[in-house]
T-cell receptor, first 115, second 117 residues
């Protein structure tokens, strides 16, 4: 069984460039989450989707960040333009929103470095 | 808003010994879920164990068990027979069971566990 797949695993870019992070959730899961992990702020939720619809994007830091989920098997997180303070590890997670505790399963993360 | 606090930034344990990681949380809700995640150097976030707040029985997964004290809002993780592969950052997390609160996980700051051979 494939877990959550993220690409790329590492991204190094220059300030001002557009960055696109990709995520494929676990098949059958209907909720998808984007998290950011930094030393200063720890793990924080950026946005999440239920059935491909954005439900809560209050964690998205600014208008430079946008996320889409065009179908149940794919999501993107875009940063345009990127800034050095965006350097972090970005995680995608998915879960099945049904009965129960709705455990979230995380992808391996994308380490983004903006120089 | 809910908060999760892990007061031990670092812990160490000898191989084969037992270690307990602490977690406290603050919430006004009565129904919720608590989780422990492990993050090894590979950065992968791995679910270790979960606890439903409505259950009085403490969850157990092989060498991992929790001590859930609902009144005290405490959720500690006990690792028995520690192994070198247990070395990782451990995160405590909270999720509301309310539909209107959504599915967000609130994480603690993490505890870095070192296992000494």
């Amino acid at each position: 069984d494939a877990g959550v797949i993220q690409s790329p695993r590492h991204e190094v870019t220059e300030m001002g460039q557009e960055v696109t992070l990709r995520c494929k959730p676990i098949s059958g899961h209907n909720s998808l989450f984007w998290y950011r992990q930094t030393m200063m702020r720890g793990l924080e939720l950026l946005i999440y989707f239920n059935n491909n619809v954005p439900i809560d994007d209050s964690g998205m830091p600014e208008d430079r960040f946008s996320a889409k989920m065009p179908n149940a098997s794919f999501s993107t997180l875009k940063i345009q333009p990127s800034e050095p303070r965006d350097s972090a590890v970005y995680f995608c997670a998915s879960s099945f929103r049904g009965s129960g505790s709705w455990e979230q399963y995380f992808g391996p993360g994308t380490r983004l470095t903006v120089t | 808003a809910q908060t999760v606090t892990q007061s031990q930034p670092e812990m160490s344990v000898q191989e084969a010994e037992t270690v307990t990681l602490s977690c406290t949380y603050d919430t006004s809700e009565s129904d919720y879920y608590l989780f422990w995640y492990k993050q090894p150097p590979s950065r992968q976030m791995i679910l270790v164990i979960r606890q439903e707040a409505y259950k009085q029985q403490n969850a157990t997964e092989n060498r991992f068990s929790v001590n859930f004290q609902k009144a005290a809002k405490s959720f500690s993780l006990k690792i028995s027979d520690s192994q070198l592969g247990d070395a990782a950052m451990y995160f405590c997390a909270y999720r509301s069971a309310r539909e209107t609160s959504g599915s967000r996980l609130t994480f603690g700051e993490g505890t870095q566990l070192t296992v000494n051979p």
